[in-house]
């Protein structure tokens, strides 16, 4: 079955950097649309990046774009959020999360809400603080 197991969190220092993997194993990257979510403490769940599938036309939340930058290394099977410019705000559990597109069609849009997604990993915390 298909399986994601993220890695790569922690705490970091306003302004700093990590970098987030989510490994994947039954399916390629490329054929799956993969997200990033993330949900922090009182707040509800929400996208922060996504890949699509096959083409990697990549989507950001407003509130990262420029500082996050998703990836996918089809050799190892992963997918990876780089994260630079971190803020308080943006602390929470990181998710990746997939989906398997059944159509043609399906495969040309990337859905940005948690419901769309069957697949999760386990998520992993970052803490931002000084």
């Known amino acids: 079955q298909l399986q994601l197991v993220e890695s790569g969190g922690g705490l970091v220092q306003p302004g700093g950097s990590l970098t987030l993997s989510c490994a994947v194993s039954?399916?390629?990257?490329?054929?799956?649309?993969i997200g990033w979510f993330r949900q922090a403490p009182g707040k509800e769940r929400e996208g922060v990046s996504f890949?699509?599938?096959?083409?990697?036309?990549?989507h950001y939340a407003d509130s990262v774009k420029g500082r996050f930058t998703i990836s996918r290394d089809n050799a190892k099977n992963t997918v990876s959020l780089q994260m630079n410019s971190l803020h308080n705000e943006d602390t929470g559990v990181y998710y990746c999360?997939?989906?398997?597109?059944?159509?043609?069609?399906?495969?040309?849009?990337?859905?940005?809400?948690?419901?769309?997604?069957?697949?999760w990993g386990q998520g992993t915390q970052v803490t931002v603080s000084s």
């Open positions: 999360a997939a989906s398997k597109p059944s159509t043609v069609l399906q495969s040309l849009v990337v859905s940005t809400t948690p419901d769309a997604y069957d697949y």
């Open positions: 039954g399916s390629t990257v490329e054929s799956l649309h």
């Open positions: 890949i699509i599938k096959g083409a990697g036309v990549t």
